[in-house]
């Protein structure tokens, strides 16, 4: 038997229903019945309901303390200060440790010496570096700020009657003033 297109889709239509219906029955269609009681796997038991009186009381009782201060600093570890009564009575503690002499440090080195005498200062071009003179001597020595002589000591400053030097090896700073050369 031939059938048309539109009994094949009239079939169709129909499976389609019936299925949708039994879909529809099986999730939807159950209405649960219950008592309003929420229904578990155990029996119902009620709430431990205590008394709470006894606890609202402490709650008051907390509540209308009144904070004494006791003179210790909360945020200062230690025990609080002792009265000056107990200071008096308190008896120096013997130290656990017998008190050894420590050990004095080394004396702090000598300041640098620059041997040579500083007789005088010049500059060569106008408003160049300055240069200072110095005799070690019969030696003529001419230097300049940053220049080092004795092998450790560095020129750092030269003024008008004074120049400034530095050990090389300690840092230590020193000065000397300007001398006058002899007189022949």
């Known amino acids: 038997m031939a059938q048309t297109k539109q009994t094949k889709e009239l079939i169709a239509l129909v499976a389609l229903l019936a299925a949708a219906g039994l879909v529809w029955y099986f999730y939807f269609?159950?209405?649960k019945i219950g008592s309003g009681a929420a229904s578990?796997?155990?029996?119902?038991?009620?709430?431990?309901?205590?008394?709470?009186?006894?606890?609202l009381q402490e709650w008051t009782d907390a509540q209308s303390t009144e904070y004494k201060p006791s003179g210790r600093n909360i945020f200062i570890a230690g025990p609080a200060p002792a009265t000056p009564a107990e200071a008096a009575a308190a008896k120096p503690a013997k130290p656990l440790f017998p008190v050894q002499d420590q050990p004095k440090p080394p004396p702090a080195p000598p300041l640098p010496q620059l041997t040579m005498k500083f007789f005088g200062y010049g500059t060569l071009p106008s408003n160049g570096?300055?240069?200072?003179?110095?005799?070690?001597?019969?030696?003529v020595h001419i230097v300049s700020e940053g220049d080092t002589v004795q092998n450790h000591i560095r020129i750092t400053h030269i003024g008008n009657d004074r120049i400034e030097y530095e050990d090389t090896e300690t840092g230590q700073k020193n000065s000397t003033n300007l001398e006058m050369p002899p007189a022949a």
């Open 29 to 31: 269609g159950k209405t």
């Open 40 to 55: 578990g796997a155990g029996s119902y038991t009620p709430i431990n309901a205590e008394d709470y009186s006894i606890i």
């Open 129 to 139: 570096p300055r240069r200072a003179f110095l005799l070690d001597g019969e030696e």
